[in-house]
């Protein structure tokens, strides 16, 4: 492979130095937003819980004080012991509410923090190598094979912002969904194929390089296509993006008696914890793991296809037998008619 003039990086996410850094923002606005951040960041969930168990424990000690003291109580007295014992009830269910939602909120809050910072770097990067690599094809030294791979890096990088716009749009437009999208028989081999030819390069790889299907000829869905794609692309994707330099993703279909289909995308990569198989589901949420923050992730692309899934009536599900184990997720489409 031919190299490449010395101001141009092979990724733009590696690069940095004068020609990135000459339009940096002033450094006290960069200063205090990056403050802004962190403290965003390390804002603890723990301080409205610690507060909220503690208010219940004084409220319950109040209670049983109250109680006993009135242990001996006269017959007039009885209706001050209901009013109190209802009184710190309602406090106590009260307290309880305020802590779970505050708890929510915050961690909706991380969720939307880690989320603006994932939208930040899939938008500067790709534009940044774009913006050296457009410096590049200026010099009058540069070779014709290196224009050549100078065009392919950009390519490149253009086909990731598609990417990522494409998800954006995606979770926007599934708040517009209705009723009444029309339905077609789909052959489910040709559709994955064709998702698995397109997914690859977006990571560098061969077109249906690392992806092996397993699908019989004749199975066919009735679905919406473009949403089927998005759901097939997504997972393939998601996958791929989660293995290793030489991913193993295997794609596979059967249907059932009862005409329903179910089919599994399953890797070798770094694998789910338990504890966060269902929440990879959630919007914005990404695993709080190293191996999961060095790659690239908004924490839509799970979302947008737990809810296309479940705008056709289906199921997703994901399983891991543990972290650097693989994950295998299952997607169950029901029986439809055509439309």
């Known amino acids: 492979m031919p190299t490449l003039p010395r101001c141009l990086p092979r990724r733009a996410r590696r690069c940095s130095g004068p020609m990135v850094n000459k339009h940096e923002v002033p450094g006290g606005v960069a200063r205090a937003a990056r403050a802004m951040t962190l403290a965003a960041r390390q804002r603890s969930i723990s301080t409205p819980i610690t507060l909220t168990s503690i208010a219940v424990v004084v409220a319950i000690g109040l209670l049983i004080g109250w109680t006993v003291g009135f242990a001996d109580g006269a017959p007039h007295q009885t209706w001050l012991l209901i009013l109190g014992v209802t009184s710190f009830a309602f406090l106590v269910l009260v307290l309880l509410m305020f802590g779970v939602g505050l708890s929510r909120g915050i961690l909706e809050l991380r969720r939307q923090n880690t989320f603006v910072d994932s939208v930040t770097h899939e938008l ?140 599994t995308i399953s890797d070798d990569g770094i694998g789910i914890p338990e504890k966060d198989l269902r929440r990879v589901f959630t919007r914005f949420y990404r695993v709080d793991d190293e191996a999961v923050r060095a790659r690239r992730g908004t924490g839509l692309g799970l979302f947008v296809v737990a809810a296309l899934v479940r705008a056709l009536g289906g199921r997703l599900e994901a399983t891991s037998p543990g972290p650097g184990k693989g994950t295998t997720m299952t997607l169950t489409l029901p029986p439809m008619e055509s439309t």
Not at 166 to 178: G, M, V, Y
């Open 124 to 263: 500067k990067s790709p534009l940044a190598s774009l913006k050296l690599c457009l410096e590049t094809l200026e010099r009058e030294d540069i070779r014709p094979d290196q224009r050549a791979e100078v065009r392919a890096m950009m390519l490149e990088d253009v086909e990731r912002l598609s990417a990522f716009i494409d998800d954006i749009l995606e979770a926007s437009r599934l708040s517009h969904l209705r009723d009444g999208v029309p339905l077609n028989p789909i052959p489910l081999e040709a559709l994955v194929r064709d998702c698995a030819a397109k997914v690859p390069p977006r990571h560098g790889l061969a077109p249906g390089a690392g992806v092996t299907i397993n699908i019989p000829p004749g199975l066919t869905v009735v679905s919406d296509r473009t949403t089927l794609e998005t759901i097939f692309k997504n997972l393939v994707d998601n996958a791929i993006k989660y293995s290793g330099p030489a991913p193993n993703v295997r794609v596979t279909a059967t249907q059932r008696p009862d005409r329903s289909v179910v089919a």
